[in-house]
């Protein structure tokens, strides 16, 4: 792989275009686009966003509201050799847009980014001021992907999520947050391995959820749900299919953006999962009528990067997370 090169510009549309056009010919399977306005967030997401786009044939332009750029552009692409004229591998142009209204940034994205490949647009944003930009830049994309617990521990973020998507439910959508879950929902699914434990599931009466971040634990009592045909009845409660109440406990303690434990208490014994001393180790026990010694289980922890990478690759709605979406939105109340 040729090494790459970044130089900056001044941040006008000529200077970024003419300093794209001394490389060589590109072929981009995928537009990302990022959006920052949170200056203590920045790095951390420049970070992530370029570490899918050296692994994937993309143009990555990110347009940072946070005027740490001062009015330039940093292009970033792999250099013409002399054998080679083509090139798939990745370009990258960050660009200061805090003096750009909407109508500029649509001319930025239009003209820079290329036409008949999907186009995600990574919103990070926090400041009101911004709805200007995110609408102009979703009528422009394929894909939006949030993280709803990327910068705040309550459930503020996510609440907003859950609006949009009643509001907006055509479009596709994917939470950083949600995408996380997937090694606890195989951690749960442990916990009623025994064939002789199904009907456990259906007598639960009582879930509690200890996590960094609000979002994590009611999207995870929302898979559950989902999973074992509950019904969200109101803020932090459900009701099962024979319409028994189900309560939800949920704490915020320890690392952000990670759950830390999870307990169901049935008619009859206590499922427990809680990460060890080893962040990458969950140990399982349960108490009562089904006691069972503790077992371990491993937790991969799954970086940002791998995420945006699944996120850009799956095609479509997800269907398992809309439906907990939806229960979410309820249970926030």
């Not at 006008?12 to 590109?26: C, G, N, V």
């Not at 990022?34 to 200056?39: E, R, S």
């Not at 990745?90 to 750009?100: A, N």
């Not at 559950?224 to 019904?231: C, D, F, I, N, V």
């Amino acid at each position: 792989m040729s090494s790459l090169e970044s130089s900056t510009v001044t941040a006008s549309l000529d200077a970024i275009r003419a300093e794209l056009s001394r490389t060589k010919l590109s072929a981009s399977t995928l537009n990302f686009i990022v959006w920052i306005d949170d200056a203590s967030r920045r790095d951390w997401i420049l970070e992530r966003a370029a570490k899918l786009s050296q692994k994937h044939p993309s143009f990555t332009l990110v347009l940072d509201n946070t005027g740490a750029d001062r009015g330039s552009a940093t292009v970033t692409t792999c250099p013409r050799e002399a054998e080679s004229h083509f090139t798939v591998q990745d370009e990258q142009v960050i660009i200061d847009v805090s003096r750009l209204d909407a109508e500029a940034l649509v001319e930025y994205v239009t003209t820079l980014c290329a036409r008949g490949v999907p186009t995600v647009l990574w919103w990070s944003g926090i400041r009101e001021a911004s709805r200007p930009a995110f609408e102009a830049l979703l009528a422009l994309s394929d894909t939006l992907l949030v993280d709803s617990s990327g910068a705040v521990r309550d459930e503020s973020a996510l609440r907003l999520v859950a609006d949009f998507h009643r509001a907006r439910p055509a479009v596709v959508l994917r939470d950083l947050a949600w995408m996380r879950l997937s090694p606890w929902q195989d951690m749960i699914a442990n916990f009623f391995d025994n064939p002789a434990l199904l009907n456990e599931l259906y007598t639960i009466r009582k879930l509690f959820i200890t996590s960094g971040s609000a979002a994590e634990a009611l999207y995870l009592g929302g898979w559950l749900a989902s999973r074992l045909g509950w019904t969200a009845s109101g803020r932090d409660a459900f009701t099962d299919a024979r319409g028994k109440e189900i309560s939800f406990v949920r704490t915020i303690d320890g690392e952000i953006r990670r759950v830390h434990s999870v307990c169901l208490d049935s008619e009859t014994s206590w499922y427990h999962g809680e990460v060890t001393e080893d962040p990458t180790v969950v140990s399982i026990w349960v108490e009562g009528e089904h006691a069972r010694d503790v077992r371990l289980f491993p937790l991969p922890l799954i970086d940002t990067a791998s995420l945006l990478e699944r996120a850009i690759l799956d095609q479509g709605p997800d269907e398992v997370f809309e439906t907990s979406l939806r229960t979410v939105s309820t249970l926030l109340g």
